[in-house]
């Protein structure tokens, strides 16, 4: 998911502050990995709250958010 150009606004802040959309992801992933035979899911969020490389840009929340993400998926 993503990369450093890919990384440059919000998207990814919401997806992971959101429950709703944290779910519904899961969901979602699970089953296109499952119905295309990929054994797992590497995510990789290295600099949350840091949007590019301005760390004033995103939400305090960001970490958290990520923590949370990673345990529903």
């Not at 990789?44 to 949370?68: I, L, R």
């Amino acid at each position: 998911m993503g990369g450093w150009s890919d990384s440059g606004d919000d998207k990814y802040s919401i997806l992971a502050n959101s429950v709703q959309m944290r779910k519904k992801f899961a969901k979602e992933a699970v089953g296109f990995l499952k119905s295309r035979g990929f054994d797992g899911l590497s995510v990789d969020w290295h600099y949350p709250k840091c949007w590019q490389s301005d760390c004033t840009a995103g939400p305090d929340t960001d970490k958290a958010a990520f923590a949370s993400f990673i345990q529903v998926i």
